[in-house]
């Protein structure tokens, strides 16, 4: 382990050499689910918790944001990031965070909190629910997919998915809960934090940021469309809080697609103190505070896992 912890120092030394590197994480699973195999259950979620805490200095975003700049940081400085709200974030993940002394950063798009699923859920869901061996979803311009096994499921989604990322902000979610429903699935679920759980976070000192009110692909509205949803977010967090909101994640957050200049300048302007991507790589003191890059840690043993990391900070994508 100390040779994972020297290694990371050597490649991001700290001061005005250094480098920021920046984890997302969305859920984390109470058992391994075979059509979210992207995202690590409660064990595998402890053993990165637990090498990150030992080989990293782990930093609140904000904190590390404003050190980054000035030149102040640690050697192999890090932060922990979640992205949407979901319930497991703080059922699951804040305990295993605590038991490690790790803090977090908890990016939530606040119009779900309390109402059940995400569309991409709806699909999942959709998917796990139906017994037939193949789905028709010619109408939705969606196209027809085999159901027999495991891995047909998870082909399924894996081209759905994307497609459906890319439909109108409206007709996605329209889609999916017509989908889901279809499929037999309830509309009510409880798969997304409530207002308690942002209490329980914050008391365990983690960070809530914003992540816009109902996750749109801000480059495919307007710009007055993407202000409101930037500010709406932000308003209703603070308002369940009771504490002012200062760090933005864009959804999505592929640059290539995304989001562009403009939603830069928006969150920028309306007041942020930093905001985050998810361009992999790592960020350093002239990366533009306002589009720093994240890596997700794919990888699900912990030799890979410890590699992966030094990769990112070596610029070996």
Same mark, same amino acid.
């Given at each position: 382990?100390?040779?994972?912890?020297?290694?990371?120092?050597?490649?991001?030394?700290?001061? %005005?050499?250094?480098?920021?590197?920046?984890?997302?994480?969305?859920? #984390?699973? !109470?058992?391994?689910?075979?059509? *979210?195999?992207?995202?690590?259950?409660?064990?595998?979620?402890?053993?990165? &918790?637990?090498?990150?805490?030992?080989?990293?200095?782990?930093?609140?975003?904000?904190?590390?944001?404003?050190?980054?700049?000035?030149?102040?940081?640690?050697?192999?400085?890090?932060?922990?990031?979640?992205?949407?709200?979901?319930?497991?974030?703080?059922?699951? !993940?804040?305990?295993?965070?605590?038991?490690?002394?790790? #803090?977090?950063?908890?990016?939530?798009?606040?119009?779900?909190?309390?109402?059940?699923?995400?569309?991409?859920?709806?699909?999942?869901?959709?998917?796990?629910?139906?017994?037939?061996?193949? &789905?028709?979803?010619?109408?939705?311009?969606?196209?027809?997919?085999?159901?027999?096994?495991?891995?047909? *499921?998870?082909?399924?989604?894996?081209?759905?998915?994307?497609?459906?990322?890319?439909?109108?902000?409206?007709?996605?979610?329209? #889609?999916?809960?017509?989908?889901?429903?279809?499929?037999?699935?309830?509309?009510?679920?409880?798969?997304?934090?409530?207002?308690?759980?942002?209490?329980?976070?914050?008391?365990?000192?983690?960070?809530?940021?914003?992540?816009?009110?109902?996750?749109?692909?801000?480059?495919?509205?307007? %710009?007055?469309?993407?202000?409101?949803?930037? #500010?709406?977010?932000?308003?209703?967090?603070?308002?369940?809080?009771? *504490?002012?909101?200062?760090?933005?994640?864009?959804?999505?957050?592929?640059?290539?697609?995304?989001?562009?200049?403009?939603?830069?300048?928006?969150? *920028?302007?309306?007041?942020?103190?930093?905001?985050?991507?998810?361009?992999?790589?790592?960020?350093?003191?002239?990366?533009?505070?306002?589009?720093?890059?994240?890596?997700?840690?794919?990888?699900?043993?912990?030799?890979?896992?410890?590699?992966?990391?030094?990769?990112?900070?070596?610029?070996?994508?």
């Amino acid at each position: 382990m100390a040779l994972w912890k020297t290694a990371y120092r050597m490649l991001a030394p700290g001061g %005005r050499r250094s480098k920021l590197l920046i984890f997302i994480f969305h859920q #984390v699973l !109470a058992e391994p689910d075979p059509l *979210r195999p992207y995202e690590p259950d409660a064990e595998q979620f402890d053993w990165m &918790v637990q090498h990150i805490a030992r080989n990293f200095s782990v930093l609140p975003l904000a904190e590390a944001a404003a050190r980054l700049a000035d030149g102040s940081l640690p050697p192999a400085a890090a932060c922990i990031t979640f992205d949407d709200g979901y319930r497991n974030n703080a059922e699951l !993940a804040l305990p295993i965070l605590l038991r490690h002394g790790a #803090v977090a950063t908890f990016f939530v798009a606040s119009s779900f909190l309390g109402q059940g699923r995400m569309w991409n859920d709806d699909l999942i869901e959709a998917v796990r629910q139906l017994g037939s061996t193949e &789905v028709d979803w010619h109408a939705y311009g969606l196209g027809a997919h085999r159901l027999a096994t495991p891995a047909d *499921r998870l082909q399924c989604l894996e081209t759905v998915l994307p497609r459906l990322k890319y439909f109108p902000h409206g007709d996605r979610a329209r #889609v999916a809960r017509a989908i889901a429903r279809a499929a037999g699935v309830a509309d009510e679920s409880r798969m997304m934090m409530e207002a308690d759980h942002l209490a329980r976070l914050i008391a365990g000192g983690m960070e809530i940021g914003a992540h816009t009110c109902s996750h749109p692909i801000l480059s495919q509205i307007g %710009r007055e469309e993407a202000r409101d949803e930037i #500010v709406r977010g932000r308003s209703e967090l603070e308002r369940m809080t009771g *504490r002012p909101v200062r760090l933005f994640a864009y959804p999505n957050g592929d640059t290539r697609r995304d989001l562009g200049q403009r939603d830069v300048d928006l969150v *920028r302007d309306l007041g942020f103190a930093c905001a985050v991507i998810t361009d992999p790589g790592f960020a350093v003191a002239a990366t533009n505070p306002h589009m720093l890059p994240r890596f997700t840690p794919w990888d699900r043993t912990p030799g890979r896992f410890a590699m992966r990391c030094a990769m990112i900070l070596a610029g070996r994508l």
